[in-house]
């Protein structure tokens, strides 16, 4: 096997597993937007079915005397209330969208390197500049 040949098999090898390993981190970035998304969608809906209870059971203070529309009341407020902190001690919203961008950055690194696979897969013959050109890509990439 030439200097040529085992370089190339080598650099190939490097960006099989670089496109593997970027694979498995856009799965993983996907899963926790995933994650991320629910959570904010039961705190959207918590903070909803809190804000009613609150301001339907108060609206209702003034009507009646009953101690349940007062529990109600200090359950929904005590929901909201703790629904809000939470929201704003972890910025949920915020860590989507950078769980975002990174699963799209990953993509697009994903295509350059399986380009890149093919280009040095599929070449008949290699040059020495070719072979110089595709590590410089390679190092880019990564």
Same mark, same amino acid.
Do not use: C, P
């Given at each position: 096997?030439?200097?040529?040949?085992?370089?190339?098999?080598?650099?190939? *090898?490097?960006?099989?597993?670089?496109?593997?390993?970027?694979?498995?981190?856009?799965?993983?970035?996907?899963? *926790?937007?995933?994650?991320?998304?629910?959570?904010?969608?039961?705190?959207?809906?918590?903070?909803?079915?809190?804000?009613?209870?609150?301001?339907?059971?108060?609206?209702?203070?003034?009507?009646?005397?009953?101690?349940?529309?007062?529990?109600?009341?200090?359950?929904?407020?005590?929901?909201?209330?703790?629904?809000?902190?939470?929201?704003?001690?972890?910025?949920?919203?915020?860590?989507?969208?950078?769980?975002?961008?990174?699963?799209?950055?990953?993509?697009?690194?994903?295509?350059?390197?399986?380009?890149?696979?093919?280009?040095?897969?599929?070449?008949?013959?290699?040059?020495?500049?070719?072979?110089?050109?595709?590590?410089?890509?390679?190092?880019?990439?990564?």
């Amino acid at each position: 096997m030439t200097n040529h040949n085992l370089q190339r098999k080598i650099l190939f *090898n490097n960006v099989i597993d670089l496109l593997l390993s970027i694979k498995w981190t856009q799965k993983i970035t996907a899963t *926790n937007y995933d994650r991320l998304a629910k959570y904010s969608m039961w705190i959207r809906w918590g903070k909803a079915t809190a804000a009613l209870l609150t301001s339907g059971t108060v609206a209702t203070l003034f009507a009646s005397d009953s101690n349940l529309v007062k529990y109600i009341a200090i359950v929904g407020s005590l929901i909201f209330t703790a629904l809000e902190v939470i929201s704003n001690q972890f910025n949920i919203v915020k860590d989507q969208v950078n769980l975002f961008e990174a699963k799209e950055s990953l993509w697009e690194k994903s295509i350059l390197l399986t380009n890149l696979a093919r280009k040095i897969k599929f070449t008949e013959s290699v040059s020495e500049t070719e072979l110089k050109d595709w590590h410089l890509e390679y190092k880019n990439i990564l």
